[in-house]
């Protein structure tokens, strides 16, 4: 079955607007981060968080893994926030990433 | 500066020719990964290797190779036996273990014709 889901897989705000994007996983995890992938196709890291909730600027994320989700606020977004956000989780002796199908944010001006 | 570099950005390709692209890190990681990016779609796993001489398939390995000589470089081989070679390939480092943060290099588009 799918072991990570995103949702919406797009959305489209008007610059300043706050926005959540869901992740929900299979299993447990050791791993689960959160990326931004830009227009050329670069895979920035925004978050390492298997639990917890972190903060960085505009942006924080959320994970609950008892419950099997991650969230990763936006907030008052700006046109470079455009582009694909990617969760990703790991497990298991190999840390190797599974990756969601991704939400698409185009942010307007 | 610490990071990932991957060579060449753009590569054209006819079917029926192997290719190999490049991947060299500098972060000191033991973990190297290969993943493939198709249109519209998340990343998945094709090579990776946790040691140096060693390395273990992912989930699409079909029609790849990789060899881990050195610490710093882990290149893919695109083999004229991947029936689909067209993608997005992204390389990935990590320090060995169950729950380290993975690093991306740039990626190289591949176009095969």
């Known amino acids: 079955g799918i072991q990570v889901e995103q949702s919406p897989p797009d959305l489209i705000l008007q610059e300043g607007a706050n926005s959540t994007l869901r992740c929900n996983f299979s299993?447990?995890?050791?791993?689960l981060q959160w990326f931004h992938q830009n227009p050329w196709g670069q895979l920035i890291n925004l978050f390492y968080?298997?639990?917890g909730t972190k903060q960085n600027g505009r942006l924080s994320a959320t994970t609950v893994a008892t419950e099997r989700y991650s969230l990763l606020y936006i907030s008052s977004s700006q046109t470079t926030d455009s582009g694909v956000y990617f969760c990703?989780?790991?497990?298991?002796?190999?840390?190797?990433?599974?990756f969601g199908t991704g939400t698409l944010l185009a942010v307007q001006p | 500066d610490g990071g990932i570099t991957q060579s060449p950005k753009y590569l054209f390709r006819k079917e029926g020719q192997n290719v190999t692209l490049s991947c060299e890190q500098n972060?000191?990681?033991?973990?190297m990964y290969w993943y493939r990016q198709d249109p519209g779609q998340g990343l998945r796993l094709i090579y990776y290797?946790?040691?140096?001489?060693?390395?273990q398939k992912g989930d699409i390995a079909e029609g790849y190779s990789v060899s881990r000589e050195k610490k710093e470089s882990f290149p893919l081989t695109v083999t004229s036996a991947q029936k689909n070679p067209t993608a997005f390939y992204l390389c990935?480092?990590?320090?060995?273990?169950?729950?380290?943060?993975?690093?991306f290099g740039p990626g190289t588009r591949l176009t095969v014709t």
């Open positions: 972060l000191n990681h033991d973990a």
């Open positions: 990935a480092s990590s320090i060995v273990g169950t729950a380290y943060e993975q690093y």
């Open positions: 968080i298997p639990s």
């Open positions: 299993d447990s995890v050791n791993n």
């Open positions: 290797s946790q040691i140096v001489n060693d390395f």
């Open positions: 990703a989780k790991g497990g298991g002796a190999t840390n190797k990433l599974i």
